[in-house]
């Protein structure tokens, strides 16, 4: 009786609990922050929050920071993705042949993803020291000219694309190598009696094959990157001036040094909007290049 | 032909282990730096020619609780991963199976979220509750994180899997929830390993979630790292000995979990 | 999965072992005896506090001697520490949802005063204070220290350390140069560009260039220019004074200083100084540990420490209080909170915190000999001189202070780059007078 019962609703059965329990815990959060960029709130227990319906949207759409952190976000998600991607790809592909030492190489590969953020920061602020560091004495060893790094406002982005891509290249390369373990193994056979070559299955088999993944991968790291907190902030915590400064840590600027927590929950609206939009973009992108078996 | 094959896999293997080099540089600096005295850390001079102390590991035991600390971090991140799996594999394979989109992208919206926007909510919530500083606060906050996270993959993962093998099993005369159960998860091992370490991962290196909601009691490693930068110093031998401390469990559960994909591939390869 | 329930089950015993332990030692490893009376004299018997800190060690002094005080009272103390921008953060939550933890904290008057005033988080201590007077001999704290925690007339926190800038130089590199210790910020400009020799490692001066974190120390030299930020209500960051001060700190980084300077905070400032790769660091007397300690210094015997040099309108370093002690408005237990904060900004108490190198606020303790030792001989008078002329403040008296440091800082980081600083000064200005009207 209870076993038929669960058969038909087992489409529910089985993910109703995981829905309940996110939207529970976002629930009054999201009503919270919402409710709130409609106010005007300094945290203070004494004056309440006062009611200024959209003017924090307003101002925030006509404060140049804003626009400026926008720009640093995109310049800087975008950049870094793009990278990890190609690069997560690539060495997935190299890890994934037969060779000695490959369980060993596939955990060191972990490392950097493993590394609490909050001290990587710290590290990488020390290695790009411009005196003291060690990468500009690298540099100035093989004779080129040192730089200014995260102390530069042109270099300090592209400086923290590689702290990102350093760290998280790794977690696209393990979701693609996992993928890689669910390719079924008629087409490069078809393939190898046609006598296609390494670059041919490699280009018309594997990455097609793999592309819902790689969509995955790069979805989740998206999602992930356009919000970057720990690195930005335990290296540079948006500067030279706000040369790094990302909406994300504008608004944690705004909620936790300027008390206006009425306009950092604006910010975390549009912010939240805007992520949704282009992760919605990217699930219609994956569910039209599923590749029929 | 031979000579050919044998100069592309030097060039792979080299290329490899390049790689790795490159990706393993600043945690090998972090380690030799755990090794070095503050004088010698900030001098590039001293990168190799050095003589190594233990007593930055030394301090970080004795004055620093970090066992204490380190064992709330495992029972947090554990916890929560138990749980993400526990909740997010049924769902998962419901959404993979049944196409169903909306709700894949709800989950995602817990994602999506920026933390900030948690911190004083959840505090409000939980103090009420009386659950700040418990381990059940941090777990749930955790989940919201880790939860996303293995739904996606394994979505992924699911979706990938030909359907004849359930279709056979359902052939036989099983249930839905027993070709789940049966038939789906014991091949889903390199799933499941992938989803969980990067939950643990996640939940590991939690920093904001934690100051807010964990007290004395369930205080977690990334906290502790803090300890080492006071107002008037900066211990860098320390914060580095304690950095390659927090890093060391992590990696030996991945390194565990590699153990346990390299055996589920074969097991799946029998399979398939 | 079956691994992971293993591994969690070979806990266990762990999990045990050191929940067994883990109630001795919370960081009471002194070995202080607690003197034993009992009874009558533990007027606060059960009673629980938190106190939250920062990462300080005046705080670890304190942590060492607290047994001694939980003996006397009865109380517990449980301290938790974070470094300062989450200290702030958790109090920041915790404190609007006017929760009653902590009931007692570690506070910075002159960055977040304000708004925690504002906000009605404090406990205004001045009917404590009366009470007490006599006891806790409240004659002895600088006056300067207690304006800093006094706002609208009300006592909002009681101060415990204090900060004054000071000019940190290599004595080898000025006897190198037969120069003497510069008294003018002219005679400075001369001496650093003598011993400004990039090419052989050292630069002549080296400072705090990240946007925020400047603004402090950038507040000397507009001080001794004739300058400040602010006339009561009014914005001053672009007056002649205070450009000529913005002007010259900018400038020396520019010219003299090490690259990358934008990025630093004191960690990276001192770092540069303690290599030896500079030759004058103006900054906190607080940071002085990290530049005589061999461990961390590669030019520890040569540093020298003295007083911050005269501009045109004399020497005008700031002489702060940097931290204080607070006590939650909403807190349950604000007798036993108050008995803590007496104990704590004690005469016996500030004489051992300063002498593990924390400057206090007690005049007695400062011209007690007993008191300085803990300090270099040198640094003991350069304290006591900028004490005598310093300002009281050495960040904008505003309520969003962190708003405005960013847009004061921001010109600065202009003249480190070598533009216009007077329009940026002018642009700054607008900006800062528009804050303190949206504050009135």
Known sequence: MLASWMEKRFKWIVTLPALLFVLVMMAFPIAYTLRLSFFEWSMSAASPPKWVGLDNYIALFKDGRFWHALGA???????????????????????????????????????????????????????????????????????????????????????????????????????????????????????????????????????????????????????????????????????PGTASETLNI???????????????????????????????ALIVVRRNTEVSS | MKKRNAFARLLSNTATWLVLFVFSFPFIWMVMASFKTQVQIQSPGNFFWFRPTGRNYAEVFNQYHFFKYMINSFIVAIGSTLASLLLGLPAAYGIARYRLNGLGLTILAARIIPGISFLIPWFIIFNSLGLVDTYTALILSHMLVGLPFVIWIMISYFEALPHEIEEAGAIDGCGKMKVFLRIVLPISGPGVMTASLMSIIFSWNNFMFSIILAGEKTKTLPIAIFNFLSYSEVNWGGLMAAACIITLPVLVIALAAQKFIINGLAAGAVKG | MKRIKNRLGACLPALLAVALTAGCGSGGGSGASPSSSEGAAQPFKGKKITFYVANHPWAETIKELLPEFEAQTGMKVEIQGFAEDQLSQKLSVQLTTRASDPDVFMTRPLQEGRQFY??????????????????????????????????????LSIPIISEQ???????????????????????????????????????????????????????????SEGGDFMQGDKATVNTPEAVKGFSRYGRWLKDYGPPGVLNFSWPQAMGVFAQGKAAFYTDASAIYKNAVDPEKSTVAENVGFASFPAGSAGAKPYSITSWALGMNAQSDNKDAVWAFIKWATGKEVMLKTQQGGNPGVRNSVWNDPEGVKGFPAELVEVIRES??????????????????????????????LGEDVQAAADKANQAFQALIDGEK
């Open chain 1, 250 to 280: 504008y608004g944690y600027v705004l909620a936790f040094q300027y008390f206006k927590l009425g306009l950092a929950s604006s910010l975390l609206v549009v912010f939240f909007l805007l992520v949704m939009g282009l992760t919605l």
């Open chain 3, 118 to 155: 504002k906000n009605g988080w404090y406990e205004p201590l001045d009917g404590y204070v009366e009470k007490d007077k006599a006891e806790i001999d409240f004659e002895d704290f600088s006056k300067s220290a207690l304006d800093t925690t006094t706002v609208d007339g009300k006592l």
């Open chain 3, 165 to 223: 800038e000071v000019l940190y130089y290599r004595k080898d590199l000025l006897e190198k140069a037969n120069l003497q210790v510069p008294k003018t910020l002219d005679e400075l400009e001369a001496a650093i560009q003598k011993v400004h020799d990039p090419d052989n490692g050292v630069y002549g001066f080296v400072a705090r260039g990240q946007t925020a974190v400047l603004v402090t120390q950038v507040s000397s030299f507009v001080f």
């Open chain 1, 73 to 239: 976000t995109a310049y800087f998600s975008f950049g870094a993705l793009a990278a990890e991607t190609v690069l997560g790809v690539a060495i997935a592909l190299l890890l994934h042949r037969e060779f000695r030492g490959r369980g060993l190489a596939k955990t060191i590969f972990l490392l950097p993803m493993v590394a609490t953020p909050v001290a990587m920061g710290l590290v990488w602020v020390l290695i790009y020291e411009p005196t003291n560091g060690i990468f500009n004495a690298l540099l100035q060893a093989i004779g080129l000219k040192p730089l200014h790094w995260l102390g530069s406002i042109g270099q300090v982005i592209p400086s923290l694309m590689v702290i990102d891509i350093w760290q998280w290249t790794p977690m696209i390369c393990l979701i693609v190598m996992a993928g890689l373990t669910t390719l079924p193994q008629e087409p490069y056979e078809s393939a190898d009696v046609d006598g296609a070559s390494r670059l041919q299955k490699l280009w018309y088999i594997t990455l097609p094959l793999l592309r819902p993944t790689i969509l995955t991968a790069v979805m989740l790291r998206l999602i992930d990157v356009i919000k970057t907190f720990d690195i930005i902030y335990a290296t540079t915590q948006g500067g």
């Open chain 3, 387 to 416: 004490s005598k002329v310093g300002v009281g403040h050495d960040r904008p008296l505003v309520v969003n202070v962190g708003e405005a440091r960013d847009i004061i800082g921001e010109i600065v980081i202009q003249a480190i």
